[in-house]
């Protein structure tokens, strides 16, 4: 992955109002405003004079610093970017400003501008809150590590210097400096910041612990595994940056109207001006008037706030629930699935074995089943493999017994006790078999279950099945997905007896089997030409290629940057629920842009026809238009709230 700071990139591309909100406005303009609001108050209260037009022109300037300077200045420089004609918003209030003093009606001018800077004002704020939301992760970047020196002794070092192979001390309620693994100690350890999960984690000898998480109550000493710019919390920075200039359609498309639009209001403008006296037999003054009022209410302010707040929003409220998404783009498109791919192991199970049944024939007895287990856990204790480790998890011993075991190809585990042979093995090793295991070994393949037996001198008297179970959270997001018309399908590389087995348990509409990865990326574009919009969910790793085909990638990270190089998404858990969070942000955020696109045209065009009617002035247009961009903003502002599920 190519590390950059993406703070030092042209955020143009991602400006929500055309305006280059990414100017660095500094105090200058705000003591300015504040200058120019004063010098507005003083001259609504001294009466008529060419000292009271003088203090509203210092109020414009004052006031609209900024406004002017971006109005002509990004104006000139677009056009010459872009080599045509390239007008922002900014420059229509200017222009309608001047055009009001021309005609000597400074106040409404004046008014005008502290009107349009404070909304501005709020504007930056409103955006700045989303991305703040979202940036809070920066400010936890650690500076400082203690590290173990040769004597034994520690010292303060920037986390810039540290190499891979440094040992370090992490004392109780410091930041994690880097990522490492645990050497010494017992700790648990707040990792919120990297994966949404409130609850610490457990860790001792041997875990891994990220860079910028909290550790708790206990001291541990580490060994640094990643250079700073490799570890996870500096990718997810970078996934931050990448969020915040990457847009959505909508917003792309307002950004790309917007100086097309801002253009024909100006050469509407002189046309309104100057046919109005012939079609609506008003004065010079009036439609000069009208055509000021026009320039003002017909920019479309509040319709360019429409969507990149908004879609801050929501990225900030998922990125603290643990859901990253690269940008805005991704978490649109999220909201137009039409069907979901799920990966099986890890993603829609829990990844490992689970024993789930275990059966005795009949003529053995309780006592000896009892004895049976314990033989059983002590010969498994020998053994190194997950199914062993599944049924320990599973089992307590009544007795602790000591064997020796052998690992026999073909056959499987074999000790001898007391003269006698007891062997744990695949049904296949054993040819003594009776009806009852027989049958049972039958149901429990149909379920999808592996099945191991246990012999006692070569006759099997019992059996043990296990099998992945499914993730605990994983039907319910199924039956979510199903009710909003989403079709599911999981695509596994086990056979597909084992797949439909874990179907059935989940309610999924369609299961494909016995999968290579490579195989999985195909299987991806045949889901796109059948359902059209297509998200897959795997676990970052050997489903690199299908997360890339589809339309949206999402990657149960489970906190691994492997995850982050590969999707479009990610899950730093593996909690399926936040999949379905992620798509009811997506389908909210779709609903406030669209009601913002509307509530803001529908202002606009009202505004103009009362223009025309001559019942609107242009204070009173002012104060509606720029209300409409604060009722937009704040619109978008809801999607910072957590969401009920």
């Known amino acids: ?55 509203f022109i210092v109020t414009m300037i004052g006031t609209g610093y900024h406004i002017i300077i971006e109005g002509f200045g990004d104006t000139i420089r677009n056009t010459r970017k872009n080599r045509k004609f390239s007008p922002n918003i900014h420059i229509l209030m200017t222009l309608a ?74 004392l109780n309620g410091d930041q994690i400096p880097t990522d490492g693994v645990i050497l010494t100690g017992y700790t648990s350890i707040d990792e ?25 109550t206990g001291s ?10 490799d570890t996870l919390f500096a990718k997810i920075l970078e996934l931050v940056n990448q969020s915040q200039s990457n847009l959505s359609k909508t917003a792309s498309k307002i950004k790309q109207l917007e100086p097309k639009y801002v253009t024909a209001v100006l050469i509407l403008v002189p046309i309104v ?3 109005s006296p012939f079609l609506f037999g008003w004065t010079w003054y009036e439609s000069f008037y009208r055509g000021m009022v026009f320039l003002t209410v017909a920019s479309p302010c509040a319709l360019a706030a429409s969507a990149v707040p908004a879609t801050l929003s929501a990225i900030s409220n998922l990125a603290k629930h643990g859901v990253l998404f690269k940008g805005g783009s991704y978490l649109s498109n999220l909201n137009d699935i039409k069907a979901v791919a799920f990966d099986k192991t890890g993603t829609l199970t829990q990844g490992k074995p689970t024993v789930t049944d275990f059966f005795f024939e009949e003529s053995v007895s309780i006592n000896d089943s009892e004895r049976y ?105 199924i039956k979510y997905l199903q009710s909003r018309g989403i079709h599911t399908v999981m695509i596994t590389g086990d056979s597909e007896v084992t797949g439909q087995a874990v179907g059935r348990q989940l309610g999924i509409n369609q299961v494909i089997g016995n999968v290579l990865p490579e195989n999985k990326a195909s299987i991806i574009q045949d889901l796109q030409s059948k359902y059209g919009v297509v998200a897959m969910l795997g676990d970052g790793v050997n489903d690199a290629p299908a997360l890339v085909t589809a339309d949206i990638g999402i990657a ?81 502002l809801r999607l910072l709230l957590p969401m009920k599920n």
């Not at 507005?40 to 009466?47: G, R, T, Y």
């Not at 939301?133 to 002794?153: C, V």
């Not at 010292?155 to 001390?169: F, H």
């Not at 860790?203 to 891994?208: L, R, V």
Request: glycine letters at 8%; proline letters at 3%.
């Open 220 to 229: 541990f000493t580490m060994e640094v595994t990643k250079d700073t710019q």
């Open 556 to 636: 149960m990270g489970d906190g691994t940057d492997i995850a982050i190089d590969v999707a479009d998404a990610v899950l730093m858990q593996n909690d399926l629920t936040k999949f379905s969070y992620a798509h009811k942000v997506s389908h909210k955020l779709n609903n406030i842009v669209w009601q913002n696109i509307i509530f803001s045209m529908v202002v606009v065009v009202m505004l103009v026809i009362m223009n025309f009617m001559g019942n609107m002035d242009l204070p009173l247009g002012v104060l509606v238009h720029e209300g409409s961009t604060i009722v937009v903003l704040f619109n978008g």
């Open 273 to 275: 001006i100057v046919a």
């Open 192 to 216: 919120s910041a990297i994966n949404g999960e409130s609850i610490p984690r457990e860790k001792t000898i041997g875990d891994d612990v990220f860079g910028s998480t909290i550790n708790g």
């Open 373 to 477: 287990l314990d033989i059983i856990v002590a010969m498994e204790k020998t053994a190194n493999h997950p199914l062993a480790a599944a049924i320990l998890n599973k089992f307590t011993p009544t007795e602790i017994i000591e064997v020796d075991v052998e690992n026999i190809i073909g056959r499987g585990l074999v000790t001898i006790i007391d003269g006698v042979e007891y062997q744990i093995g695949k049904p296949e090793s054993f040819t003594n078999v009776g009806a009852s295991i027989a049958e049972h070994n039958e149901t429990y393949a149909h379920e999808g279950k592996t099945v191991v037996y246990f012999s006692r001198d070569n006759h099997v008297v019992g059996m043990i099945a296990m099998m992945d179970v499914p993730n605990e959270n994983a039907k319910g997001v």
């Open 97 to 170: 400003a001047i055009g009001a003093c021309f005609i000597g009606d400074f106040f409404e001018g004046a008014l005008l501008i502290v009107i349009f800077a404070a909304a501005h004002f709020l504007e930056d704020y409103a955006e700045g809150r989303s991305k703040r939301e979202i940036t809070n992760l920066m400010k936890m970047n650690p500076t400082e590590a203690r590290l173990l020196k040769e004597d034994g002794s520690y010292e303060s070092v920037e986390v810039s210097t540290l190499k891979i192979g440094d040992r370090l001390q992490v």
């Open 1 to 55: 992955m190519t590390h950059s700071n993406h703070n030092d990139h042209d955020h143009h591309d991602h400006d929500h109002a055309g305006h280059d909100h990414e100017h660095n406005h500094g105090k200058m303009p705000i003591v300015l405003f504040f200058i120019g609001l004063a010098a507005f108050i003083v001259a609504l209260l001294i009466p008529d004079s060419i000292w009271k037009n003088i203090l």
